[in-house]
């Protein structure tokens, strides 16, 4: 569920945190383009807060700028809480990738196997479609967020309805009421769908839910202790700031509407968890690293299709994409759009430089890749060389997305988040 894009008006005060709990003055002096770039996010696209955490060689680096809370004017903190919506699907795709290293199921199996029955209907079949197919969003089966019963989240009817549960089984039917994408493995189209079928493949293999399988193998291990799946409890547990939406009808900066507490059931495995910047960077730091897979599966997951343009990113993998920067580095993670907030999560290949960043406004994420624009290349080198300078976004209109949707390939516009 996304909001829209702000045309930029008088620029609000503007609230800079150098957090520095654990960060260097070395490391702050490395990131100061890009604590520059969260400045810009608050100053021109008017977006609340935004947050920041990066490592790298230099040490570990914490930015913020805006606010957390609009009422209270609390500015944004490394350690609070907020949605990271489609980046969920990155640990649901782990815990598969690990139950096929375990010989509990092999990733060209047909989803039919495991969930007889669940895709049929208007040329959906789960015989021709495979598990890889659902990860890499290969497989054409119909987004349940285009549903026109459900888009209803995605504006005005989201508030009378921000407390409904949404059973997985019934975002599936939703999307079987449609006609496939494209015939399975012949195209690549993001579709929040498979994420939902990929979490209840985890069920029928384990047993247990997708959330305790995550909690079990993911969090624990790596002892990611502010991170969540909260089922559908509408509320963000531990220390958090508010989130803010423009949905149609409502507006960006002071018109945004507080949108904190909703079901997340109407995203699901497909975007449901709650997350902090330092638990992402952990995650993804060592997924990368190679702890959290054998290099068999990690080298599945890593391996891209093309998105044909589609997106921002050029690949994507096994709930992983890769994004190439304009100074040659490529960077590997996910984003994720959900009603009052977008994150970006992304590491190099070797897990050696990682950045996490979020904002507390579901608009201006056509304007995230500038954030990594500043992390991974102002003032540093890459393959070709040294760094162009970055050219800002110009703030534009922001548009509704739905939930977990992808974004689209950087244009002159804003977008609002949608659970993605």
Partial sequence: MSPR???????????????????????????????????????????????????????????????????????RLAGDRFRIGSVTKTFVATVLLQLEAEGRLDLDDPVE?????????????????????????????ADFTADPGYRRLLGPGFLPHRYETHRPGELVRRAMRHPPLFPPGTGWAYSNTNYVLAG?????????????????????????????????????RGRHGRAYSALPGGGTGRRAVDVTRLDPSLAGAAGEMVSTTGDLLVFLRELLGGRLLPPRQLAAMTDTVPTGGRARFEGYGLG????????????WGHDGDI???????????DGTHTAVFNRNGDWAADRDTELLEAEYCQGRTGPSGAAPPRTPAAPGRPRPSAPCAPRRPAAPATRTASPG
């Avoid at 196997?113 to 089966?141: E, K, M, Q, Y």
């Avoid at 009603?339 to 290949?349: I, P, Y």
């Fill in 5 to 75: 894009n702000a045309a930029v008006g008088p620029v609000a005060a503007v609230v800079v945190l150098a957090l520095s709990v654990t960060s260097s003055s070395a490391a702050d002096r490395g990131h100061a383009g890009t604590q520059r770039a969260m400045d810009a996010l608050v100053a021109q696209a008017r977006v609340p807060g935004v947050l920041g955490q990066a490592e790298d060689g230099g040490g570990m680096w914490h930015g913020a700028s805006g606010v957390a809370d609009r009422s209270s004017g609390r500015p």
């Fill in 113 to 141: 196997r495991w969930l007889p029955g669940r895709v049929r209907g208007n040329g959906h079949d789960g015989r021709r479609i495979t598990v890889r197919a659902l990860l890499n969003h290969t497989s054409g089966v």
């Fill in 200 to 236: 209840m493949v985890v069920e029928a293999v384990t047993g247990r839910g997708y959330a305790a399988e995550i909690e079990r193998r993911v969090l624990r291990p790596l002892g990611l202790r502010r991170t969540t799946l909260p089922g559908t409890s509408p509320v963000i």
């Fill in 320 to 331: 992983l994409w890769s994004l190439r920067l304009s100074c040659g580095t490529r960077v």
């Fill in 339 to 349: 009603h009052g907030s977008g994150t970006t999560a992304v590491t190099t290949r």
